[in-house]
T-cell receptor, first 114, second 116 residues
């Protein structure tokens, strides 16, 4: 099992550009989430999904879009990048089977917006 | 809404000394509690969790934490620090009622430095 994979690992964008951060998991997990990590602020939830075709907003959704067409993939789209979106982005997944299960995190994507 | 406070953004201990990382939470109902560790340039790894049952939970790498409802705390301890414990540690909380959402609320993190 590869677990949770994220691409790219690093990305530099100019203000106004768009891009998609990819996230995939091979554990057949129902739940997937996107977090951003900023110094001194921990991780904050951007968007999450409880299954294919179902998404919802987290704490800081503005400027980001998501979709979940398959169980495996949960891409995060930046429509018009802004310097305030410079951050490290983590994708996570977990299973709903057997009560509360841990969230598995990907290695992260470090994004810089100039 | 729930929240998490980690006291001390940076903690330094000597190798072999006790590690104590503090976490307090605010929640209207008994929450699920977690500690995650993040090594440099890596994702987060679960150290331990409390959901129900025994309030003293043991995790990986010799860490443990105790859920104290009266103090709304979930402090992380390890009797003897090792150089390999140097990392950032995050406390997180989730409400059982969040059910299918499995949303985690994180503290701001504590950077642990282990001195030789």
């Amino acid at each position: 099992n590869a677990g949770v994979t994220q691409t790219p690992k690093f990305q530099v964008l100019k203000t106004g550009q768009s891009m998609t951060l990819q996230c995939a998991q091979d554990m057949n997990h129902e739940y997937m989430s996107w977090y951003r990590q900023d110094p001194g602020m921990g991780l904050r939830l951007i968007h999450y999904s409880v299954g294919a075709g179902i998404t919802d907003q987290g704490e800081v959704p503005n400027g980001y879009n998501v979709s979940r067409s398959t169980t495996e993939d949960f891409p995060l789209r930046l429509l018009s990048a802004a310097p305030s979106q410079t951050s490290v982005y983590f994708c996570a997944s977990s299973s709903k089977r057997g009560g509360y299960n841990e969230q598995f995190f990907g290695p992260g994507t470090r994004l810089t917006v100039l | 809404a729930q929240s998490v406070t980690q006291l001390g953004s940076h903690v330094s201990v000597s190798e072999g000394a006790l590690v104590l990382l503090r976490c307090n939470y605010s929640s209207s109902v008994p929450p699920y509690l977690f500690w995650y560790v993040q090594y440099p340039n890596q994702g987060l790894q679960l150290l331990l969790k409390y959901t129900t049952g025994a309030t003293l939970v043991k995790g990986i790498n010799g860490f443990e934490a105790e859920f104290k409802k009266s103090e709304t705390s979930f402090h992380l301890t390890k009797p003897s620090a090792h150089m390999s414990d140097a990392a950032e540690y995050f406390c997180a909380v989730s409400l059982p009622s969040s059910g299918s959402a499995r949303q985690l609320t994180f503290g701001s993190g504590t950077q642990l430095t282990v001195l030789p």
